[in-house]
Antibody, heavy 122, light 111 residues
Framework: EVQLVQSGAEVKKPGESLKISCKGS????????IGWVRQMPGKGLEWMGI????????IYSPSFEGQVTISADTSISTAYLQWSSLKASDTAMYYC???????????????WGQGTTVTVSS | QSVLTQPPSASGTPGQKVTISCSGS????????VNWYQHLPGTAPKLLIY???LRASGVPDRFSASKSGTSASLAISGLQSEDEADYYC????????????FGGGTKVTVL
């Protein structure tokens, strides 16, 4: 079974760093893009960026460029989303997604992780 | 403010047909394919439609979609109670370095 399993909920203080993870299984991890999608409380979905684990090619949404770092480790089939200094406005649910290779999101995001809740509060 | 525009809500009674619109521009829907996602309460979103009108694996044929110019639409025929969810359109946007943009989402209520 193809699945993405994300790390557990996090509660952090403003200014702290954080790295959440997403482990893929049931498919060749290095051959599919892995992305991250944010959902702030009561709001819609926002695409943050994607990485191709095979060569680490990374594309960020302009809204998130410089705010987060997306990375991947093919040896353990795991992708990461990290912050160096969290803000209260980073409080949200974060989903990792799998995207088949293809022109400009042709196939969409076909597998979703269960989500990781990040709460940033003093 | 989302790049793609969807109505915030839509509703229908069981068995009815509901249609959701998604409006974009030449840099996204006008030049790329549209995907649709269903987000049921308390679950992760799920791919419903990809490449404008192709149903993802396991999606019933009650769900259909189309695209014309810079707009797209999702139709749910034979509405069922389990269809009550948020629906999002998404497309690649060629502006800047290229990225995916979502609509703001449409809450479908089954009356």
């Amino acid at each position: 079974e193809v699945q993405l399993v994300q790390s557990g909920a996090e509660v952090k203080k403003p200014g702290e760093s954080l790295k959440i993870s997403c482990k893929g299984s049931g498919y060749r991890f290095s051959s599919y893009w892995i992305g991250w999608v944010r959902q702030m409380p009561g709001k819609g979905l926002e695409w943050m960026g994607i990485i191709y684990p095979g060569d680490s090619d990374t594309i960020y949404s302009p809204s998130f460029e410089g705010q987060v770092t997306i990375s991947a480790d093919t040896s353990i089939s795991t992708a990461y989303l990290q912050w160096s200094s969290l803000k209260a406005s980073d409080t949200a649910m974060y989903y990792c997604v799998r995207r088949p290779s293809g022109t400009k999101d042709y196939y969409g995001m076909d597998v979703w992780g269960q989500g990781t809740t990040v709460t940033v509060s003093s | 403010q989302s790049v793609l525009t969807q109505p915030p809500s839509a509703s229908g009674t069981p068995g009815q047909k509901v249609t959701i619109s998604c409006s974009g521009s030449s840099s996204n829907i006008g030049s790329n394919t549209v995907n649709w996602y269903q987000h049921l309460p308390g679950t992760a979103p799920k791919l419903l439609i990809y490449a404008n009108d192709l149903r993802a694996s396991g999606v019933p044929d009650r769900f259909s979609a189309s695209k014309s110019g810079t707009s797209a639409s999702l139709a749910i025929s034979g509405l069922q109670s389990e269809d009550e969810a948020d629906y999002y359109c998404a497309a690649w946007d060629d502006s800047l370095s290229g990225h995916v943009v979502f609509g703001g989402g449409t809450k479908v209520t089954v009356l």
